[in-house]
């Protein structure tokens, strides 16, 4: 029989902490979860539409006290899945730096630990607008409309790393075609991704002519601005998605054709990443191991 326990996980997690709620509902007790800082609820809101009563203490100082009592029973529903914000910045981020006009995604996840990304965009001068687009078992949805802009380099926010976390390799990319230096620091759990993405994401620039320092927690991008990305160079994906995918969405601004070693794993999180890739009007070649 699982007991009920009280967790201040040593680093922020959503997945540590959704393991615990999940592992409680089934324990004796009430099992409770100390967040360092506030972690993505998806979890907690999810548990809610099946009719789990879940309480959450928000502090002053650290993220909130999340509780789940055992013992409660879930009802059936028909669940709707918000899109996917992490997916849905390949899109925007190519919108904004190679498009020809507005593109506008549809059905995106509005949740305040998911935003991060789009705050950043827009703190760098993008034209990025949203409007709401109904809901989704629990979570609001929000269509996404993003026009080519000119950006500029900023001092990422800190407090925005949590809710952008997965989509720091592409606002890496971002950072690429902005004028002026971005730099992103208290990211130290890019280390341990799929990849080690501080190092992924500076081999990522640098090979293809930008010029990026490596930080123990984050990196210094010096953007290309109006000069633009020179592009040209192979990026070795590390068996990681998210990286894979930037480097072709650079790929498709950059004065020369970038290419990516693997993207088999791209279709494990987005299998219509290359098809979205093509209505935005980027030119993708696939080599015959790839097409097969």
Known sequence: NLKAIRYAPP??????????????????????????????????????????????????????????RGGQSLKALKAEVAGDPSSAAFALAMALIAGEGAATVTGMLDNRTRTGFIDAAQAMGADLRTEEDGQATGEDTVRVIATPSRLRGIALDSALVPSMIDELPIFAVLAAFAD????????????????????????????NGVQVEELPDGFIVTGCGARGVPGGGTVE??????????????????KTGVSVDDIAMIATSYPEFFDHMTTLGAQVEKSEAEKS
Do not use: N
């Open 11 to 68: 680093e922020a997690s959503a997945q540590v902490k959704s393991a615990i709620m999940l592992a409680g509902l089934r324990a004796d007790g009430v099992t409770v979860v100390e967040e360092k800082e506030a972690t993505r609820d998806h979890t907690e809101r999810m548990l809610r539409a099946f009719g789990v009563e879940v309480g959450v203490e928000e502090r002053t100082h650290g993220g909130p006290i999340v509780s789940v």
């Open 237 to 254: 994906a590390r068996h990681d998605h998210r990286i894979a995918m930037s480097a072709l969405v650079m790929g498709s601004a950059a």
């Open 180 to 207: 002026g230096k971005t730099t992103v620091t208290g990211a130290a759990e890019l280390r341990v991704k799929e990849s080690d993405r501080i190092k992924a994401i500076c081999a990522m620039l640098s090979v």
